[in-house]
Every structure is written in C-alpha cells, then in structure tokens.
C-alpha cells in the first residue's frame, strides 16, 4: 500500500480550492507536443479561466497560439521558454499575450512554467504583447505596509481586463484585513509559507501550492516562518461585474 493512504491536503469547495502537489495529474495534450500539463483550475469548477502547470521532459517543439479571443499569461518557474517574435524568458520571467497574437512558444526539456488562459474583454485596441521579468520590477508597500510589497506585471491601464503580481510578505506580515469582491483569484505560492483563510476554512500553505478563489468568497493571508513569503496571483479587473465572458 501507498505510504498516504488515500490522503491529501487538496480541498475543493463550492467557491474556493487548495490544490497541493501531491494531487496533481499530469497529462498531454495535442497541442502541446513535448509537454505535460496539470490543469490545477478550470471552468468545470466555477471559475471563469483556466491554470496550467507546463513541464517539458524532452522539450515543447512549438505550441500554436491560444483559441480565437483567448488571451495567455505565462510565468518560466524553471529553465526557458522561447517565443517565435524573438523573447527568451528565463526563470521567473513572463509574458502576456493577447488574443490574436501570433507567437509559438517552444522550451527545452526540464523547463516548468505557469500557464493562464481566460476569454479577453476587449476595451478599444487589444494591448500589445509584454515580455518582462520580475527581477525589473519595483515592489510597492500594499497600504503602506514595507513588510508587504506588491510587483505588479502588466500595466494597470483600461486596456487589461486582468492583473498578475508577486506578494512579497516579509515574516509574520499579513493582509490588512478579510478581503470580500467580486473579482476571483488564482494564485501559486513561490517560496516560504503561511496560513491562508478562504471562507471558513484555515489552510497551511507552502511553496508549489495553488488556490483558487472565487467570487466574494473571504479570504486572508498570513506569512509565516523566518523566511519571505511570495506568492503570484491573478485577478480580473477593470470591468463590471456585468460584463460578459
């Protein structure tokens, strides 16, 4: 018998979800050769994008663009991602691109990296594609708090209907207070750990977990230990909790 017995700390509920390493099932896709993929968040859940792990073994050899009005963000956790415009993104590096977009994607082998995938809300032209690094952003206090800094990817013009940033939590730092809206979240914990509160559920949280969080569920993070705490989140944004997906 397997030493866990059946057991895992992924839990998923009506509108929120812990998804732990040891519950991730990896598969291929079509449209991925040299790739395997765990989804961690989808539709089928209630959530109105997608969240991908990508790991390559022998090297992706080219992907196509995403379907027609899908907008993609990728974050490199390990080894490279090259794309066909020219950009190479090394480890913690990251890319928006829009619908349309043109670009193929292709990575050596032992190459890890995010995927997000969600239907894009148009205002006006669709923004460019953005190539970038974390290792060039600023963080800025969240609240004025220097023990918890925000690096923010894209630009936060009404252009993006969505934002990706890093939390940056120094030891024993924490949200402010019980967040409540209408936007959800994905998120993928980076280094360190903590306790996360979704709903009325307390969650030990570490690196290579995800959570999703859905619609006006509460939620709230604590950072603990004696090392930083960073996490990436997504969040839809700049729109109307009426407008159409």
Excluded: C
Aim: aromatic share 12%; proline share 8%; charged share 20%.
């Amino acid at each position: 018998m397997k030493p866990s017995f059946g057991q895992t700390r992924s839990d998923i509920r009506r509108n929120h979800a812990l998804l732990t390493p040891e519950s991730h099932e990896w598969i291929t896709q079509p449209d991925w050769p040299g790739a395997e993929l765990a989804f961690l968040i989808s539709p089928d859940m209630g959530a109105k994008f997608a969240m991908a792990l990508v790991r390559t073994s022998d090297g992706l050899s080219g992907i196509a663009p995403a379907a027609e009005g899908v907008a993609r963000f990728i974050f490199v956790l390990e080894g490279r991602v090259r794309a066909s415009t020219g950009q190479t993104l090394e480890a913690e590096g990251y890319a928006f691109l829009p619908p349309a977009d043109t670009a193929t994607l292709t990575a050596p082998a032992a190459t890890r990296f995010v995927l997000f995938e969600w239907r894009f809300l148009p205002r006006g032209e669709l923004p460019a594609p953005i190539f970038g690094s974390v290792s060039e952003i600023d963080g800025t206090p969240l609240r004025g708090d220097d023990w918890l800094m925000v690096q923010k990817m894209l630009p936060t013009d009404a252009g993006f209907d969505g934002e990706f940033n890093i939390m940056n939590f120094h030891p024993g730092a924490s949200l402010a207070y019980v967040e409540t809206h209408f936007m959800e979240h994905g998120l993928l914990m980076l280094d360190g750990g903590g306790v996360y509160r979704l709903d009325n559920e307390w969650y030990p949280v570490g690196a290579g977990d995800a959570i999703w969080m859905g619609p006006h569920v509460p939620q709230w993070f604590g950072a603990l230990g004696r090392t930083p705490s960073r996490y990436l989140i997504y969040k839809n944004y700049n729109r109307s909790p009426l407008a159409q997906r």
